[in-house]
């Protein structure tokens, strides 16, 4: 049975005060709607403020078990398809601001990465890395391990921004084009 992931942390990235416009209730039934991505998860969300609360995009908001300052309930998640014109244009931007803040995250990932079955490796399914660049990364890890996003790029020959291969990886992930995941839950 697969555990459920849980987020305790989400960016806003957009906020309607009045609800969607599209909701057919009457103006006085409709609740004020935040969408969302998971800091540590990039699990996108759709979650109720308390009453009262007035949120910004960028804006953290905790979400976990406990004591919440802002957010009232979680309605569940949300599509890529379903988010609004803002959110989707805000999403890149928090993924990026995501990546920088956690880079040894991502570093971690470069130095521990696996194979996936016997012809296929995970970092093969970061864009901008076939068979030679995966190849160049095992041995030079193997030799030390990376410490940053430049060491990596200083040490392997030709390599892509591995900031930006990251950021591309979790868009595709997002936005359900390759049945592989590598940083995005379900």
């Keep these: 049975m697969k555990t459920e992931l849980k987020e305790e942390h989400a960016i806003v990235l957009d906020f309607l005060p009045n609800g969607y416009p599209f909701d057919a209730r009457p103006m006085h039934m409709k609740t004020p709607i935040a969408q969302a991505i998971g800091k540590e998860h990039f699990i ?48 890149e931007i928090v993924v990026k601001d995501i990546v920088i803040k956690n880079e040894q ?48 790029k200083t040490r392997v020959k030709l390599m892509p921004n591995p900031e930006t291969t990251i950021i591309k990886r979790i868009m595709a992930e997002l936005e359900e084009q390759d049945r592989y995941r590598l940083f995005v839950g379900t």
Excluded at 49 to 64: A, S
Excluded at 74 to 84: F, N, V
């Design 44 to 91: 996108l969300l759709e979650l109720v403020p308390k009453k009262g609360q007035f949120l910004q995009p960028y804006q953290e908001v905790y979400m976990g078990i406990g004591k919440r300052d802002h957010i009232h309930h979680i309605i569940g998640k949300i599509a890529i398809d379903k988010l609004t014109q803002t959110a989707k244009l805000e999403l």
């Design 105 to 152: 995250r991502f570093v971690h990932f470069f130095n521990n990465a696996g194979p996936i079955n016997t012809r296929r490796h995970q970092l093969e399914l970061l864009p901008g890395i076939g068979k030679k660049h995966m190849w160049e990364i095992l041995e030079k890890r193997k030799e030390k391990p990376f410490e940053n996003f430049d060491d990596i």
